[in-house]
């Protein structure tokens, strides 16, 4: 990851990159794999030049289209809660930038293989292109319509959802292995609650984390 290295260098400095984790730790982020991931990964090559200096502020930013990279609070906490144990094949759906896919790459070996979904070709491609350039080869992206899924390589012991859909979508939940963990907002436009299902032998649990807005997960690939 030499390349994006670029300690030093203004607001992309690792300094600004280790102020936000401390903000993460204040705000009740525990996972040191998670903080470590978040201190890593570059997240101001992921947004717009003219944002770059906003890139390590807890925000959500403009990424085009009408979509967000999501706020790195979210991002760690969605992470902290896949990893409550490790994850062999993570579902992302929902690409966006790649920010989030990349925190998860780079998570190896507690995340080994990720699949990332996303419906705007272009911001696929982008992400993908980044990713390449980071050096991970443990991602595979497509881009297609999240609400079905990926089956060709399901099933999955982590999925992730990082747009809102207004219930969860039943072929997430088919391609969720025993063990595995989806984490999901599920509701309306505004507010919606960030669920956690875990499928075990004798079934589905499901729990509440926490209250949050993304933008929606609409049906059909563009
Ligand atoms: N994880 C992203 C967040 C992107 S915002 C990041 O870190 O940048 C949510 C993304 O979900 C948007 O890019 C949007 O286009 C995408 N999305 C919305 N509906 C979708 C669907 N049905 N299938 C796949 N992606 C979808």
């Known amino acids: 990851m030499t390349r994006f290295d670029l300690n030093g260098i203004g607001m992309t400095s690792q300094r600004t990159r280790d102020r936000l984790v401390a903000r993460l730790r204040d705000k009740g982020i525990r996972n040191e794999e998670v903080l470590a991931a978040i201190a890593r990964v570059p997240r101001h090559i992921f947004v717009d030049e003219a944002l770059a200096h906003r890139a390590y502020e807890d925000t959500a930013l403009p990424i085009g289209y009408g979509q967000t990279i999501s706020q790195p609070f979210i991002v760690a906490l969605m992470t902290q809660a896949l990893l409550s144990r490790p994850r062999s094949r993570v579902l992302e759906v929902g690409t966006g930038s790649g920010y989030q896919t990349a925190v998860l790459a780079s998570l190896r070996p507690h995340v080994r293989r990720v699949f990332s979904i996303e419906r705007l070709r272009d911001l696929s491609e982008r992400a993908e292109q980044r990713l390449y350039a980071m050096g991970s080869r443990s991602v595979r992206f497509r881009y297609g319509d999240g609400y079905a899924g990926w089956p060709e390589e399901a099933p999955f012991d982590g999925i992730l959802v990082t ?52 933008v929606p997960l609409v049906k059909g690939k563009r």
């Open 163 to 214: 747009a809102a859909p207004p219930e969860v979508p039943e072929a997430l939940l088919e391609q969720l292995d025993v063990g595995g963990r989806l984490v999901v907002p599920v509701g309306g436009d505004g507010v919606q609650e960030l669920k956690v299902y875990d499928r075990t032998e004798r079934g589905l649990n499901v729990e509440t984390l926490e209250y949050v807005r993304f």
